[in-house]
C-alpha cells in the first residue's frame, strides 16, 4: 500500500532530499512537506507544502487528518553548532517535535515514524575508533544531549506503546544540491563550494580531525530501506550506527587538489573543533548492515568527483 506521508522539516538539508526522492516513489501528492517556514522555494512550489511549526501537535494533528498521514518523517531539530548558541531553544525543539510525533503514534493517529539521531550521542568518554552500537554515551553537547534521550524515549515508546518508529545515528551529510546549516561536520560541504570558486578554505577544524561522513545519496537511501523494511527484522528500536567514510579536512583538499592542484586550505579551529573532538572517528555499522541490508555506495573519491562536479555545473548555469 502506498505510504502517505509527512515530512516535517522538509526544507532542510536532508528532509528536501527525502522529499524529492520519495515524492519520485510514492507519488506527488502522496508526499506532503512542511516547515516553519517557505525555507527553500524550489521544493515548496514542486508539491504540497504546509505551514507547521513541528512544536504544535494541534496544527500537526489538523495536517495529519486533512492529508491522511500515516508516516511521518521528523527531520526538523537544531544541529549541534547552533545548539551551543541556544541551549532552550534547542532542547524545546528538538525534545518537543518528537513528543508530538511519538504521542500522535501512540494514539493511533499514524502508524511509522522515521526520527534521525546524530554521531552527537556519542561522547568524551565513548571509544572513538569503529564505536560500537552499544556504548558509553556520554553527550557533552545540547543537541547530542537531546539526541541521546530521543533515543531512550523511542524506544520507550516502542516497549511500552508498540509504536513503530525507526531511527538511524546520521554521520556527517555531504551535499551539493543544499547549503549546510549549523553544524560541525559542515566544514566538509563548505570546502567544495570555495574550492568551485577558487577561493582558499579556512576550516575551523584542525587538519587531522577524522569524523565518520557520507554522501547524501547514501543517507536518503538508508533512510528508505530502514523505513521498507520488515518490522521483524529489527533489533534497534533506540538507533542504528550508520557509517560509509571516515575522513579528515586534510585529506578532502588532497582528493580536491586531484582535481585543482592549486586548491588551498589552512587551519583556524574554533569551538567546533571542541565538539568534533568528542566525536567519534569511526563508526561500526555491522548491525544495520546485518539487520537491514545496510550498503554505502559512495567513497571520498566518488564524493569528492561528485561535488565538484556538479557544484561546477551550478556555476556554469
Ligand atoms: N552533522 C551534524 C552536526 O554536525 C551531526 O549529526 O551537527
Given at each position: 500500500m502506498?505510504?502517505k506521508?509527512?515530512i516535517i522539516?522538509?526544507?532542510g538539508?536532508?528532509?528536501?532530499?527525502l522529499a524529492?526522492?520519495?515524492?519520485?516513489?510514492?507519488g506527488?501528492?502522496?508526499?506532503?512537506?512542511?516547515?516553519i517556514n517557505?525555507?527553500?522555494?524550489e521544493?515548496v512550489n514542486s508539491g504540497?507544502?504546509?505551514i507547521?511549526?513541528?512544536?504544535?501537535?494541534?496544527?500537526?494533528?489538523?495536517c495529519?487528518?486533512?492529508h491522511?498521514?500515516?508516516?511521518?518523517?521528523l527531520?526538523?531539530?537544531m544541529?549541534s553548532a547552533t545548539?551551543?548558541?541556544?541551549?532552550?531553544?534547542a532542547?524545546?525543539l528538538n525534545?518537543?517535535s518528537?513528543?508530538n510525533?511519538l504521542?500522535?503514534?501512540?494514539?493511533k493517529f499514524i502508524?511509522?515514524?522515521?526520527?534521525?539521531?546524530?554521531?552527537a550521542?556519542?561522547?568524551?568518554?565513548t571509544?572513538t575508533?569503529?564505536?560500537?552500537q552499544?556504548?558509553?554515551?556520554?553527550?557533552t553537547?545540547?543537541y547530542g544531549?537531546t539526541?541521546q534521550v530521543?533515543?531512550?524515549?523511542c524506544?520507550?515508546?516502542?516497549e511500552?506503546?508498540?509504536v513503530?518508529?525507526?531511527s538511524?545515528?546520521y554521520?556527517g551529510v555531504?551535499?551539493?544540491?543544499?547549503?549546510?546549516?549549523g553544524?560541525?561536520t559542515?566544514y566538509?560541504?563548505?570546502?567544495?563550494?570555495?574550492?568551485i570558486a577558487?577561493?582558499n578554505?579556512?576550516?575551523?577544524l584542525?587538519e587531522d580531525?577524522?569524523?565518520p561522513?557520507?554522501f547524501m545519496?547514501?543517507?536518503?537511501a538508508a533512510?528508505?530501506?530502514?523505513?521498507e523494511a520488515?518490522a521483524?527484522?529489527l533489533?534497534?528500536?533506540s538507533?542504528?550506527?550508520?557509517a560509509?567514510?571516515?575522513?579528515?579536512?586534510k585529506?578532502?583538499?588532497?582528493a580536491?587538489?586531484?582535481h585543482?592542484?592549486d586548491?588551498t586550505i589552512?587551519?583556524?579551529p574554533d569551538?567546533?573543533?571542541?565538539?568534533?573532538n568528542?566525536?567519534p572517528?569511526?563508526?561500526?555499522d555491522?548491525q544495520?548492515?546485518?539487520?537491514w541490508?545496510?550498503n554505502?555506495s559512495?567513497?571520498?573519491?566518488q564524493?569528492?568527483?561528485e561535488m565538484l562536479t556538479?557544484?561546477?555545473?551550478q556555476?556554469v548555469?
Amino acid at each position: 500500500m502506498t505510504p502517505k506521508v509527512l515530512i516535517i522539516g522538509a526544507c532542510g538539508q536532508i528532509g528536501s532530499e527525502l522529499a524529492y526522492k520519495l515524492r519520485a516513489q510514492h507519488g506527488i501528492d502522496n508526499v506532503i512537506a512542511s516547515d516553519i517556514n517557505e525555507g527553500n522555494l524550489e521544493l515548496v512550489n514542486s508539491g504540497p507544502f504546509e505551514i507547521i511549526d513541528a512544536k504544535d501537535l494541534e496544527a500537526l494533528k489538523i495536517c495529519v487528518a486533512k492529508h491522511n498521514i500515516d508516516t511521518i518523517y521528523l527531520m526538523a531539530a537544531m544541529l549541534s553548532a547552533t545548539g551551543e548558541k541556544f541551549p532552550e531553544i534547542a532542547w524545546d525543539l528538538n525534545m518537543n517535535s518528537l513528543f508530538n510525533v511519538l504521542n500522535l503514534a501512540k494514539d493511533k493517529f499514524i502508524n511509522k515514524i522515521f526520527w534521525p539521531s546524530s554521531i552527537a550521542v556519542f561522547g568524551p568518554s565513548t571509544p572513538t575508533v569503529n564505536t560500537p552500537q552499544h556504548t558509553i554515551m556520554e553527550p557533552t553537547t545540547v543537541y547530542g544531549i537531546t539526541k541521546q534521550v530521543g533515543e531512550r524515549w523511542c524506544e520507550y515508546y516502542h516497549e511500552k506503546y508498540g509504536v513503530d518508529v525507526r531511527s538511524i545515528r546520521y554521520p556527517g551529510v555531504i551535499t551539493w544540491k543544499t547549503l549546510p546549516g549549523g553544524g560541525t561536520t559542515d566544514y566538509a560541504i563548505d570546502i567544495f563550494h570555495k574550492a568551485i570558486a577558487n577561493e582558499n578554505f579556512e576550516c575551523f577544524l584542525d587538519e587531522d580531525t577524522e569524523l565518520p561522513m557520507m554522501f547524501m545519496e547514501d543517507a536518503v537511501a538508508a533512510t528508505i530501506n530502514l523505513m521498507e523494511a520488515n518490522a521483524d527484522t529489527l533489533t534497534i528500536r533506540s538507533s542504528y550506527n550508520l557509517a560509509a567514510v571516515s575522513f579528515t579536512p586534510k585529506q578532502v583538499a588532497d582528493a580536491i587538489r586531484n582535481h585543482f592542484p592549486d586548491f588551498t586550505i589552512t587551519y583556524k579551529p574554533d569551538f567546533r573543533q571542541e565538539i568534533a573532538n568528542t566525536w567519534p572517528k569511526s563508526i561500526d555499522d555491522s548491525q544495520a548492515r546485518i539487520d537491514w541490508n545496510w550498503n554505502h555506495s559512495y567513497d571520498l573519491k566518488q564524493m569528492t568527483s561528485e561535488m565538484l562536479t556538479q557544484l561546477g555545473k551550478q556555476t556554469v548555469s
